[in-house]
């Protein structure tokens, strides 16, 4: 497994070993040893699956607020994604700033997401399935969204006009959120 540090303090890249012959491929898509052993301890409690059917939708910015936030491993099992994770740690050395990186059925890639930043993502394929690992349980009365294009966060998603959900398209600004993480 090898684990790239990203511009954005405690987001990373995880690159899984695949074996691979004439029958196809084997990876270890998790590896609580071999995480700890990279220094990055998490203990995941849910898995989520999604699935986008068109090029061109875009899921986030999403956050769970308070004790229920969550920290997260994404991975894209079929087709492309351009995923991305924003800083919103009060007190972090990269506050504020965001990353991006491609995870696609063909790189195996995964992001490592830790708990106060903000989280989406971009199809660049159409029939896309999305895997989340998470260390906490998805609560209702702590999920929030702030608004995909905030001039504030300034994400390059390289696409104007994504298709949206009704909740991410009535999103709040940064400026008029509840969002409260310190680092």
């Known amino acids: 497994m090898n684990v790239i540090e990203t ?3 405690d987001v990373y890249i995880i690159e899984p070993q695949v074996f691979g012959d004439n029958r196809g491929w084997f990876m270890e ?15 995941f409690v849910q898995d989520n699956h999604s699935y986008s059917s068109q090029k061109g939708v875009l899921r986030g910015l999403h956050f769970q607020k ?9 991975r894209c099992v079929r087709g492309a994604v351009l995923d ?36 989406g993502f971009v199809t660049l394929t159409d ?5 989340y690992k998470a260390d906490n349980f998805y609560a209702p009365a702590s999920d929030r969204n702030i608004r995909w294009n905030d001039p504030e966060i300034g994400v390059d998603w390289g696409i104007e006009n994504p298709i949206l959900s009704e909740k991410d398209a009535k999103a709040p600004f940064l400026k008029d959120s509840d969002i409260d993480f310190v680092y």
């Open 127 to 131: 029939d896309v399935e999305f895997l």
């Open 66 to 74: 308070g004790a229920d936030a969550q920290a997260k491993l994404v």
């Open 84 to 119: 991305v994770a924003v800083d919103m740690r009060k007190g972090s050395p990269t506050y504020k700033k965001w990353v991006s990186v491609e995870l696609s059925a063909e790189n195996n890639r995964q992001f490592l997401i830790p708990r106060g930043c903000l989280h």
């Open 29 to 43: 898509s998790w590896s609580q040893k071999k995480m700890e052993d990279a220094g990055l301890h998490y203990e």
């Open 7 to 9: 511009e954005v303090k």
